[in-house]
């Protein structure tokens, strides 16, 4: 008995920044799109990934999903893909999580769900020592969802605007 292809659906908060974000990712577009739902089918892993928008169904406590590449050429050229589409990327080089050691870098969707793309370098017998503690972040995903970074413009105020220690305030 084989499984010629996998299955996942996930609730997300706004269907069209999830099937942007998702064709950005993927480097293809949805195969379906509606109102409330988008389906992308892969063929490299097998896999048909949907999009039910129910944003009181979005998990804080989901984990993560993520894709394992076949060298280290190809790492470089998807990270410089999300790059290029604007996309933040956590790079982690060199680590040794799940007791093997990888090369990696973490994206995140505009519902929080975290992809991890990485290469297998080779197995180990220890995980990074910062996993090491009760406290510490689970292994294998980063300690918070990538932020979005932003630029922030302070606006032209008239001359005759309130300004720090003038009294006006």
Not at 89 to 97: A, W
Not at 138 to 163: G, W
């Amino acid at each position: 008995m084989s499984f010629p292809r996998m299955h996942v659906s996930l609730y997300v908060k706004n269907i069209y920044q999830t099937a942007d974000f998702y064709s950005k990712f993927f480097g293809k577009n949805p195969d379906k799109i509606k109102p409330d739902y988008c389906k992308f089918t892969l063929d490299e892993p097998s896999l048909i990934i949907s999009f039910v928008q129910n944003e009181e169904k979005v998990s804080d406590h989901f984990g993560h999903l993520g894709f394992q590449i076949e060298s280290l050429e190809e790492l470089k050229q998807r990270m410089d893909e999300m790059n290029l589409h604007n996309i933040d990327v956590l790079e982690e080089m060199g680590t040794n999580c799940c007791y093997a050691n990888q090369d990696k870098f973490w994206v995140t969707d505009p519902n929080g769900y975290m992809w991890e793309v990485y290469y297998f370098h080779e197995d180990v017998e220890f995980n990074d020592p910062r996993y090491a503690s009760q406290d510490a972040s689970a292994c294998c995903a980063p300690e918070k969802p990538i932020a979005k970074k932003q630029k922030i413009k302070l606006a032209d105020l008239p001359h005759n605007s309130c300004t720090p220690k003038s009294g006006c305030c």
